[in-house]
Structures are given as C-alpha cells and as structure tokens.
T-cell receptor, first 112, second 118 residues
Framework: RKEVEQDPGPFNVPEGATVAFNCTYS??????FFWYRQDCRKEPKLLMS???SGNEDGRFTAQLNRASQYISLLIRDSKLSDSATYLC?????????????FGRGTQLTVWP | DAGVIQSPRHEVTEMGQEVTLRCKPI?????LFWYRQTMMRGLELLIY????????DSGMPEDRFSAKMPNASFSTLKIQPSEPRDSAVYFC????????????????FGPGTRLTVL
C-alpha cells in the first residue's frame, strides 16, 4: 500500500468554479503535511503547508483530519493559471531527516 | 539566488551506455534528494543524503544505479548500463532542514533531467 493515495483526476472545471481534492495517508504517525504544485514539464513546488486547524492562503484552503488520515485542498474562484497537477505530501514522525512521501498527484484543468 | 541546478537538462542515449546526472544543491542546504518521475509510477525517491552522507538508498532500483555526494555542493546519479525502462525525468531536490518534528521540511526541486534511453 502506498504511503499517500490521491484521486488522479483529471478534474476539468470552468473558470470561477470551486474544486476540491482529497488525499489519504497510511502512516498514522505522519507529522507534517503539504500540498505541492507541478506545472506541465516543470518541477514540483511547495504550494502550502497543511496545519491541524486548517489554513487558508488566498483562494486556497487546506484541511487535515488526523482521525481519518485525510487531507484536502479547496480552490475557490478557479483561474486558468491554476491548471496543474497537485501533489499531496506527508512526512512521518520517525523521519528526522526530512524525507517526504509524495502522492501520484491530481490533475486539474481550468477552462475559459 | 540560484536554485537547484541540474545538468544535463535533456539526455538521449542508447541502451548499454553509461549516464551521469549532476546536481548542485542550494548553498547551505543540508539534505539532498534524488527522485525519478514517470507517468506510470509518479514521483519516486531513489536516495537521499544528509550532510553528504547517504541515509536511505532503498529506492534505488538495482545495482545499475549509484549516487555520490563528494561534497556539500555537488552530487551525481549514475546509471550503468542504462536500459530503456530507465527513461524518465530525474529530479534533484535540496532542503535546508535536517528534519525534526516541527517546522516545514520544504524541498526545493531542480528543473530535472529528461532521460531517454533508446
């Protein structure tokens, strides 16, 4: 079983739509959580960290449910520039050396 | 500031040839990671170093793959001999932190090397 599972999509939404991605992780000891974004033929880049209380960064809201081992990312008022693959990422408590576990990614296309 | 630098950006080679990928991490970063990304398998961690020491190489597919980090500013990933199934994008990433249970462990990725083995 993979450490991190994501719905691969693709999600195709019109501009202005709200879209949500989900992710589950297998290690209950996982400590830190992130969403990375990867544009086509580019490298992954950190989008935002995910905190236990949930957090928001502009149009992006991330939530964590430790009991269900579930992470979500909500994008409001989608823009064309949001088209990318979104990678769910976790670390584990035992990893003191910064190892990240990446999901396969969820592909999003925003159309005009 | 320069980010993670990788070379070459593209490599096309024939089966059986040796391939060497290079990475220069961001100055001051303690950890360095090599990943491979394919459509089928996504992003896979091959090996990572902390303070130039290999910590976990369990992701290295087989003995044909080897990685070194002779100093804090340079690492190589070598494939010898290469096979068509090695075709993928290879990313190098570095991180300023040595981990721990608090704070973010952001990894900064290089642009990748797109390898094609014919």
């Amino acid at each position: 079983r993979k450490e991190v599972e994501q719905d691969p999509g693709p999600f195709n939404v019109p501009e202005g739509a709200t879209v949500a991605f989900n992710c589950t992780y297998s290690n209950s000891a996982s400590q830190s959580f992130f969403w990375y974004r990867q544009d086509c033929r580019k490298e992954p880049k950190l989008l935002m960290s995910v905190y236990s209380s949930g957090n928001e960064d502009g149009r992006f809201t991330a939530q964590l449910n430790r009991a269900s081992q579930y992470i979500s990312l909500l994008i409001r008022d989608s823009k064309l520039s949001d088209s990318a693959t979104y990678l769910c990422v976790v670390t584990d408590r035992g990893s003191t050396l910064g190892r990240l576990y990446f999901g396969r990614g969820t592909q999003l296309t925003v159309w005009p | 500031d320069a980010g993670v630098i990788q070379s070459p950006r593209h490599e096309v080679t024939e089966m059986g040839q040796e391939v060497t990928l290079r990475c220069k991490p961001i100055s001051g970063h303690n950890s360095l990671f090599w990943y491979r990304q394919t459509m089928m398998r996504g992003l896979e961690l091959l090996i990572y170093f902390n303070n130039n020491v290999p910590i976990d190489d369990s992701g290295m597919p087989e003995d044909r793959f080897s990685a070194k980090m002779p100093n804090a500013s340079f690492s190589t990933l070598k494939i010898q001999p290469s096979e068509p199934r090695d075709s993928a994008v290879y990313f190098c990433a570095s991180s300023p932190r040595t981990g721990g249970t608090s704070g973010k462990n952001e990894q900064f990725f290089g642009p990748g090397t797109r390898l094609t083995v014919l």
